[in-house]
């Protein structure tokens, strides 16, 4: 009789249309549906910034089960010498990016801080947290004490950036003498057909927030080099994943700059001779910082190590 009436429950599950299974939910409704929610990530998630210079993270939203809801972005930091900022703090239609720009107060002291970013969709009551590891180096100090006119700055450590919209600075905690410098530091890209640029800020107080590139890794896998306003080829080719090691020679009174690379395993060889630098960075006594931009593809990164200057 017990087998009976469990034969004629099913029976009556089964032409009723229904389906008994275990099912998560979130309360609240609209944005997709109840059993709608979104998950998010950040790229890269450590890296490290020099005291006084700032770093980018690329963090992203991505919908699950449909959902389309809205999702507003927050950064949060227990350290008083990091300032945490989004170009973009609300995400609609479900899914999409935003550029976290981590910042250092010059006098940070070296070390790890964590910054926890949260996204929220109110609406349907659900929140999502990744965090992010920003490896501060405190500021190099003046190196030169037989030559007082000449400054050296060195940066250990990496800064990798993914791409965004805007140029990843890292400001010099010294400034550059007014008669010119030389820079040195390795780059490695992780594809061979990125769209990356390296160049340089001018001082912090000036009207050009731009960065003024010399250097582009271009999407044909060759190294360009600026010359005035637009890019020439060169004949070096770069890899993913190997390093190049760079020196850059600028002279800033005649507006003009050399630049060398080392590929893996060869002799340093000349890319650029004496040629002019961006009509935006010309009349400049100093220069406030390096950075770098990375266009695409998504996902890659472009990591340039141990910057020295002098």
Do not use: H
């Not at 227990?78 to 989004?86: G, P, R, V």
């Not at 590891?133 to 450590?157: C, D, F, L």
């Not at 805007?166 to 490695?188: D, I, K």
């Amino acid at each position: 009789m017990r087998k009976l009436a469990l034969l004629l429950a099913s029976l009556f599950i089964v032409t009723s249309g229904c389906v008994i299974s275990p099912r998560r939910t979130v309360s609240g409704s609209g944005g997709g549906g109840s059993n709608s929610e979104f998950s998010l990530s950040a790229n890269p998630t450590s890296q490290v910034i020099t005291a006084g210079g700032s770093a980018t993270f690329a963090i992203s939203v991505s919908a699950v089960n449909g959902f389309t809801g809205t999702v507003s972005l927050n950064a949060s930091s227990s350290n008083t010498n990091i300032t945490a900022s989004f170009d973009n703090t609300t995400i609609t239609g479900g899914s999409g990016s935003a550029t976290l720009t981590v910042s250092t107060a010059a006098t940070a002291t070296s070390g790890n801080v964590i910054i926890t970013v949260t996204a929220s969709d109110t609406t349907n009551n659900i929140s999502q947290n990744v965090s992010v590891n920003a490896s501060i180096q405190g500021a190099a100090s003046t190196a030169s004490s037989m030559n007082a006119i000449e400054m050296v700055a060195s940066q250990t450590g990496c800064v990798s950036t993914p791409p965004t919209s805007n140029g990843q600075r890292v400001s010099f905690p010294t400034s550059p003498a007014t008669t010119g410098f030389t820079a040195t530091f390795s780059a490695t890209p992780s594809s061979s057909s990125m769209d990356a640029a390296l160049g340089f800020f001018a001082p912090a107080s000036s009207q050009q927030p731009n960065l003024s590139s010399l250097i582009n890794f271009s999407p044909a896998g060759v190294i360009q080099v600026r010359n005035g306003d637009s890019f020439t080829s060169s004949t070096v080719q770069y890899v993913a994943g190997e390093t190049l090691q760079f020196r850059l020679v600028e002279n800033l009174p005649a507006t003009t700059y050399s630049l060398f690379v080392t590929p893996p395993g060869d002799a340093e060889i000349p890319l650029a001779m004496n040629l002019q630098v961006p009509s935006d960075q010309r009349g400049a006594t100093t220069l406030g910082g390096w950075g770098q931009l990375v266009s695409a593809p998504n996902g890659a990164t472009l990591s340039v190590c141990n910057f020295s200057l002098q």
